[in-house]
Each structure stands twice: as structure tokens, then as C-alpha cells.
């Protein structure tokens, strides 16, 4: 395959490229501090930086224009992402919503007022967050137990979500209920999205070791949402949870954040006893490795483009394997290449604003969000080896009758 750009994407990128020199936020006026992600300072400048994507016909590339994004290929999508890495801008407030929420809404819902929630999103003006995980029911999407009963035209939802990225800063969410206990588990859920704001909704913020408070609780105490805010049809929710999920592995996989070239100009900062870390051979001998895993990565994100520019779906399930297992990796061994350096995790005098160290305490998560390990290594056996599947004790009964622990 040759992966070098044509001349139309070439022309594209150097486009690309002059626009976001000539139009990147200025950071240079932020502290330390201030340049880590969910502060209010940083999360302003993604907005700006959002809208300023929005107003050139960049941000949303492959959407279609009837929903607010440019009409192009989703390969230009790719180049503005690669250019948007290169230039250091990477904000994540947004994915949430943009690569993983509001494409499943789009795919099972045309009515005016799901498209109404399209714009806002597309220009930063709002944040989504995802609440499907609950206490008993993590990588088991289909075991969940917040319940949602219809009240004439609304239906009123309790229980609680967790691990929900950025709800403590979110306007939306799209949330995953139990609509009717008495079919089996993946037919009994019904998806709906609502304001952040609706009375009975409670967001407690988790404190991560990392320090940040990027994962929340939420609670939902006789929450009403009309029906009109359904995604999918009543009953609907294990297609609409498949959608976003694959959104999710596609966007996960696709291999965002630090990556070897980072390692590399931190590498030939940091001294060691004789010249730098780049000096080391063992450092560059695992450099080699990290490399090679990294352009295997990338290759695999090719082939879940292609399947996207034909039109199929996403299958980004072993790049966000390979990519969340080497990322945990990647940042162990930095900080032991950093030695004393690596123990400092203050952004005010940390090497590269303490990066690599707030990475390595996050970098577990990635390999649970999405789907954990095991249960991708099943997908990619079943679905794609077409291996026997696991026995489901569980196939067929209603979900009231099935075990669960208290």
C-alpha cells in the first residue's frame, strides 16, 4: 500500500497547515498549571480554538453539511488531526461528544431536535459526557441496572453511573437505562440523552491519583425526560451502545497524546552519565521497539479509515489494544529513563510540564474505557477470527432472574 499523500491531499495539508500556523491559540501566557487539561483557563482556549475550527469549515470534517460539519472525506479529517498533532494542539473536551456521542444520535435519530443539539457541540459551545458504566456493570454494557419506567409522555429515570469522564463539566449526556427487566439483558435497554442540568441529576466528582477530578459519579433521582429525547426506538439501546462503542475503540485507537516523538525530544534533554538519555543504548534500543509498535499502530488506523471511507464500520478494537497496552509501557519506561526527574509531578518544574508522569497515572484507565482488554481480545476472537464465543448462562433469561451481587 502507499501511504504518501496524492497531490490533491498534499495540497490539502499544506492548506491545512498555513491556517492553523496562522490561527493557533497562544498558550505562551498560561502557567504550568494552567496548560493541564479541565482547567478553566485551558478548557477556554479549546473552546476558542473549537470555534475558530468551526468558522473555517474544519472542525467536523466528514460530516455532512446538514449537520454542521464541511461535507469532506474523512481522510481530510485525518490530515487536519495529524497537522493539529504536529502543531501541539491536542484538546480533548470535545471527543466525547463529537467522535463518539453525537455520530450515534445522528445515525438513529432525524428528528429537529436532536439535530438542534448538533451545532452548539460542533463550535464548543457544549460538552457531552458518557454515562454507561455502573458499579456492577463496567465492561458488561448490557448489565445495567438504572432504571427508566414511562410516565405518559416522559419517562423517569433513577440509579447511579460512574467512572463518566468529564460529567462534572458537561452540558449533555447520553445516558443508558433499563426500560423493561423482564426481557433478556440486551433487549431491555433504552437510550436517552439529557441536559446535565435536569433536576434529580447529581455529579460527585472522583479524585484520580493523578490528582485530577476527571471521573465522576452521577446520581439520578426520579429524573424526567420526555420521550422525545429517546435515541434509537424504545428498547433500541444495545444498537445504540454497539454504535457508540465502536465510535469509541475507533477514537481510542486512532493513537492521540504523547507519542515517540515526544519521547525523543525529552530524551535528548534529560542528561544521563554520559550526555543525554538519547545517549543511552538501552534507551535506544527500546526506542527502536516503541517505534516499531507505534508504526504498527498507525497501520492499523489506516485500515480502520479505509473501512470508514467505504462506508463500513469502524472496527478500531485491536489498535485500541495495542495502542492502550503500549501507552502503559511507553510512560513506565520513561520515567525510569527519567530517573530522579520521573519522581517530580509538579507542571511548574517537571519536565515537559510533568507530562509523562500525569500520563503514567492515567494510563491504566485505557486499557478499561471502551471495553477492558479481555473483552476486546473476545470481540476480535469472535468477530473478526470467528472463534466459538464464550457460553452465556444468561442468553434468553429476563433480566430480573438473573444473579447479581449486592
Known amino acids: 500500500m502507499n501511504f504518501e499523500d496524492s497531490p490533491e491531499q498534499a495540497e490539502y495539508r499544506v492548506r491545512v497547515r498555513t491556517w492553523i500556523e496562522s490561527n ?67 484538546f480533548m473536551y470535545f471527543s466525547t461528544g463529537l467522535k463518539m456521542l453525537l455520530p450515534a444520535i445522528m445515525e438513529h435519530n432525524s428528528d429537529e431536535l436532536s439535530r438542534s443539539l ?57 445516558v443508558v437505562t433499563r426500560s423493561d427487566p423482564d426481557l433478556p439483558k440486551h433487549k431491555g435497554m433504552t437510550v436517552f440523552w439529557l441536559d446535565m442540568k435536569t433536576p434529580g441529576v447529581e455529579v460527585r466528582p472522583i479524585r484520580m491519583m493523578s490528582g485530577d477530578y476527571e471521573f465522576n459519579e452521577v446520581f439520578f433521582t426520579d429524573v424526567r425526560v420526555p420521550a422525545s429525547q429517546m435515541v434509537g426506538g424504545e428498547g433500541d439501546g444495545w444498537k445504540v451502545i454497539l454504535t457508540t462503542l465502536s465510535n469509541e475503540r475507533a477514537a481510542v485507537g486512532s493513537g492521540t497524546g504523547l507519542n515517540w516523538r515526544d519521547v525523543v525530544a525529552l530524551a535528548r534533554e534529560v542528561p544521563s552519565f554520559e550526555g543525554t538519555v538519547m545517549d543511552d543504548p538501552a534507551f535506544r534500543e527500546w526506542l ?106 444468561d442468553k434468553g433469561v429476563p433480566f430480573r432472574e438473573i444473579p447479581h451481587g449486592r
Open 288 to 393: 527502536a521497539d516503541y517505534y516499531v509498535g507505534s508504526e504498527a499502530i498507525r497501520l492499523l488506523s489506516y485500515r480502520t479509515l479505509t473501512a470508514l471511507s467505504r462506508g463500513q464500520a469502524p472496527d478500531g478494537g485491536g489498535a485500541k489494544v495495542l495502542w492502550a497496552n503500549q501507552t502503559q509501557e511507553m510512560t513506565g519506561q520513561v520515567l525510569d529513563f527519567l530517573d530522579r526527574y520521573g519522581l517530580i509531578d509538579d507542571p511548574a518544574i517537571a519536565p515537559v510540564n510533568g507530562a509523562f508522569q500525569h500520563r503514567f497515572l492515567w494510563a491504566p484507565g485505557l486499557r478499561l474505557g471502551g471495553g477492558s482488554d479481555e473483552i476486546m481480545k473476545n470481540i476480535i476472537a469472535e468477530r473478526i477470527l470467528g472463534l466459538p464465543g464464550d457460553i452465556r448462562v
Open 118 to 174: 448538533v451545532p452548539p457541540a460542533v463550535r464548543g459551545d457544549s460538552i457531552w459526557c458518557q454515562l454507561f458504566s455502573e458499579p456492577s456493570s463496567g465492561s458488561d454494557s448490557a448489565g445495567v441496572r438504572c432504571m427508566a419506567s414511562r410516565d405518559g409522555d416522559e419517562w423517569v429515570i433513577n440509579g447511579q453511573k460512574v467512572w463518566n469522564s468529564g460529567a462534572f463539566h458537561a452540558d449533555y449526556g447520553m
Open 24 to 90: 493557533a491559540p497562544d498558550m505562551s501566557g498560561l502557567s504550568p498549571e494552567e496548560r493541564r487539561a479541565w482547567h478553566p483557563a485551558h478548557k477556554e482556549i479549546a473552546r476558542q480554538w473549537q470555534a475558530a475550527k468551526a468558522d473555517a469549515g474544519y472542525a467536523c470534517i466528514s460530516w455532512p453539511k446538514e449537520w454542521g460539519g464541511a461535507g469532506g472525506s474523512v481522510i481530510e479529517e485525518t490530515i487536519f488531526l495529524q497537522e493539529e498533532q504536529r502543531a501541539g494542539l491536542q
